[in-house]
Each structure stands twice: as C-alpha cells, then as structure tokens.
C-alpha cells in the first residue's frame, strides 16, 4: 500500500495527516483565484459530490499546461486541509463550499483512465432541490425544527 490510503469517494477523506489515492474523479471545472493567487478545481466523485482542491502558487503552470477539464483521472498523493473561513470565488460567487479541501502538492499526479472507466462515470453533480436548499438554510440561521 506505500503508505497512501486508497478512496474511491470524497466521504472517505477525514485525516488532514495523511496523504490518499483518489481511485477516480472527474475534473468539472477550472479556475484561478485572483484574490487568493491560486488555481481551484472542482471535482465529482463517482457518487456525484464534489470538492474543491487547491493548486499553490507555484504549481498553476503545471496545471495550466496539463488537458484535465471533463477528463476522468486517478488521483495521487495529495492531502486533504481545511477551507477556513474564506471560500475560494468566481467572478464573485463562491461555487462550492465545505470543510476540506484536496490540496495538490509537487509530488501529486493526475493518472487518466481508460475510456471503459470514462463511459460510465457521472458527468454532473447531483443538485439539491430548491426545497432542501431552503431547509439547510433555514437550520444554519438557528431556527432549525
């Protein structure tokens, strides 16, 4: 096992120590922070939900170089570390917001799969209905039932 444990979804990522094997993802989307001076990406599971991992400063050239948007990748060696207060924006919108974030690092690689995994993996995230939306927030305000 080389010392990386090995995920096949994003409900499996808990310990911010150690480093994972993403079996497979999709990469849905790609964009640079010009606030944060870093490269996000947000990427589905095979279960349909998503995560954001972050690219460093030093490595969006890499990235920038590399055909990952739609691509369906086996991803390598990379950690996992909290979003904090301030999530990452697009044209002043956060997409996506959670707890963790996949932090890319040097050592990380994107391996793509064949074509038979490609076929039957989802493409788009599932999205929450208006109503569960509207409860979610509901109980964040503290008025939950």
Do not use: C
């Not at 944060?36 to 920038?64: C, G, H, S, T, W």
């Not at 390598?76 to 996949?102: K, V, W």
Request: aromatic content about 16%; charged content about 20%.
């Amino acid at each position: 096992m080389n010392g990386h444990i090995y995920v096949d979804a994003f409900s499996l990522l808990l310990n911010y120590h150690l480093w994972y094997v993403l079996i497979s993802v999709r990469v849905d989307f790609i964009w640079r922070d010009s606030r944060a001076n870093k490269l996000f990406m947000v990427l589905i599971d095979q279960n349909r939900e998503k995560l954001l991992a972050v690219v460093p400063q030093q490595m969006m050239r890499f990235i920038y170089g590399w055909n990952l948007l739609g691509g369906v990748f086996s991803l390598n060696h990379f950690q996992i570390e909290p979003t904090y207060a301030e999530y990452p924006r697009y044209q002043e919108y956060s997409l996506l917001r959670g707890d963790l974030m996949i932090k890319i690092s040097n050592n990380t690689r994107f391996n793509r799969l064949a074509d038979a995994i490609i076929s039957w993996f989802p493409v788009f995230p599932l999205v929450p209905s208006i109503k569960s939306l509207v409860e979610n927030r509901w109980k964040d305000n503290g008025y939950g039932r």
